[in-house]
């Protein structure tokens, strides 16, 4: 075995005096390392919160469950300079990376300056290489964001029902007793309820005037939401050519309702006017939308 690995050394060092080429699995190689075939390197899934990484490292992937740092080796010259040598890291993990070089080494992602750290955020893939700079930045950096993103979002559009004083009202109602204005569910979603709807019609005296509101509780059937750094955005909208202006806001969002699933608490209002105005009358007679976002941060 030895004799035989002594040839193949041989041969390559032949090959390589005569053409300054190698080749494996051809025999015409158009570079100076040419490969018919895959290639190897090593592999290491990290869990550990600080890891340094080593000559014998090259793709690196980390699933542990916090933030943690990874550090470049420190750089040299001579011996201790090792120009091109490359490193992949993937952050697998719902925490960020912090990627830090060695002592005064540095990295660079674009022409505004080099730093000594870098953030690979969850779901982000990132290449260092080393380059021969040592002054400008140690390290040259690609960084590319894959499957995460920073933010989960969710829209829909429901119904605000008729005020229960207007001119053709809409009795209100608790524990979902009348189904008309429930949203109904869609090939991809599930329906939203309107639980319940409670009118508080307008006063408007010579001391305070006060705009007809409505408080509704929407109920989704569908699979609970994640509330964890949820940011929920209302926005009511007028669907006719009604010059009604409502406004809206969010009272609770919360896992509270039948069997655990979400329930919206919002507050609306009409805010053009207050009162009667002829045949006008503030507490709203037609169907209205509100419009809901539910952005979450994932990290």
Do not use: C
């Not at 895959?38 to 000559?55: F, V």
């Not at 040299?76 to 952050?91: A, D, E, H, L, P």
């Not at 919206?264 to 045949?279: E, K, L, M």
């Amino acid at each position: 075995m030895k004799l035989r690995l002594l040839t193949i050394i041989v041969l390559l060092l032949l090959v390589v005096g005569v053409s300054g080429q190698v080749g494996i699995n051809t025999s015409n190689p158009n570079s100076t390392l040419t490969i018919d075939g895959s290639l190897e390197a090593d592999y290491k899934e990290i869990t550990a919160t600080n890891y340094t990484i080593t000559s014998k490292d090259h793709y690196l992937s980390y699933n542990g469950t916090s933030g943690a740092t990874f550090t470049l080796p420190s750089i040299g010259i001579g011996t201790g300079s090792f120009t091109g040598r490359i490193y992949k890291i993937k952050n697998l993990s719902g925490f960020n990376i912090m990627l830090q070089a060695s002592g005064t080494n540095t990295l660079r992602s674009d022409n505004t300056g080099a730093v000594s750290a870098f953030t690979i955020a969850p779901g982000s893939y990132v290449e260092v290489v080393n380059n021969s700079n040592a002054n400008g930045g140690t390290w040259d950096l690609f960084y590319s964001i894959l499957s995460k993103n920073n933010m989960e979002l969710y829209g829909m559009q429901l119904k605000i029902p008729p005020h229960t004083s207007g001119f053709t009202p809409v009795t209100d109602w608790a524990n979902h007793t009348n189904t008309s204005y429930d949203t109904p569910a869609t090939a991809t979603d599930a329906a939203w309820w309107v639980i319940s709807k409670t009118s508080i019609t307008y006063a408007h005296t010579a001391n305070y005037h006060n705009t007809s509101t409505m408080n509704i509780v929407y109920e989704y059937q569908g699979t609970p939401f994640n509330l964890t750094n949820m940011y929920p955005l209302l926005s009511p909208g007028n669907n006719s050519a009604y010059p009604d202006v409502i406004s809206g806001s969010l009272t609770t969002i919360a896992n509270n309702g039948t069997g655990g699933k979400t329930r919206i608490t919002a507050s609306v209002s009409r805010t053009d006017f207050v009162g009667n105005n002829g045949t006008n009358n503030s507490n709203w007679s037609v169907t209205f939308f509100i419009n809901v976002l539910l952005a979450r941060k994932l990290f």
